[in-house]
């Protein structure tokens, strides 16, 4: 992979698809601005996939379950993670879904245009992951507001402000675990965070870190 794209291109001020499909032909592999390289190719994004041993996905000094693992440790985390994905897991909740967008929809102002993706998307993202993990209803309007800010401190490429934009989350994850450390372990207590909290990967429990990491990355996206 040593093409590259030249310095004299820029993607600034451009539609970023538009622009990728324009370079694809010429180039199999460019650098962003954040200079990150970016493969333009499902062969070269195949090739990477499954040579961990030259291009690895633990590239961040942050923990990232299981997306930031190699090998056989990804494998690990992702099966304990995957377990709560299955059609079988998710099938007793989907009434509750259906109940969450169909509340949603009756409450949306008629006879005005609304924000397909604000009004309508992320509040019933984060509604319906609330429910599907046990979460109080009094936290949605943080979790709104993260999902918009992470957002926009992904797109401005800041680190420094990804970085408070993690770190606010991890704040917030704990604040649910903490009071819940011991209901977790009761019998009574079976949703997908006290679930979550009772997982096991290669013999020990997750740690809060850990745990923290998998919220983050693998649900509130």
């Known amino acids: 992979m040593t093409d590259h794209m030249p310095d004299d291109l820029s993607a600034t001020g451009r539609d970023l698809r538009a622009y990728t499909d324009e370079l694809r032909p010429r180039h199999g592999v460019v650098r962003n ?8 190719r499902h062969e070269l994004v195949v090739q990477a996939a499954l040579s961990d041993d030259r291009f690895s996905s ?21 099966e304990a993670v995957d377990g709560f994905l299955t059609p079988e897991a998710l099938a007793p909740f989907r009434e ?15 006879g005005v245009a609304v924000d397909a ?49 993690a770190e606010s989350f991890d704040d917030l994850i704990r604040s649910v ?4 450390r011991g209901a977790a372990h009761e019998d009574g207590a079976d949703d997908v965070t006290a679930r979550l909290m009772r997982t096991e990967v290669n013999g020990r429990p997750l740690t809060d870190a850990e745990i923290v990491s998998v919220l983050r990355n693998s649900v509130m996206r």
Do not use: C, I
């Open 96 to 110: 509750r879904f259906r109940r969450v967008a169909t509340g949603l929809a009756a409450s949306l102002p008629r």
């Open 177 to 180: 675990l903490e009071p819940r």
């Open 117 to 165: 993706v604000s009004q309508v998307g992320v509040r019933f993202a984060v509604r319906a992951q609330s429910a599907w993990l046990g979460w109080p209803a009094d936290l949605e309007d943080r979790l709104v507001d993260w999902v918009a800010e992470n957002h926009a401190a992904t797109r401005s490429g800041d680190r420094s402000w990804t970085q408070r934009v």
């Open 58 to 78: 633990a590239v961040s000094s942050h923990l990232h379950v299981p997306n930031g693992m190699d090998s056989a440790e990804h494998t690990a985390y992702r």
């Open 33 to 40: 601005a954040q200079g990150e390289w970016v493969l333009l």
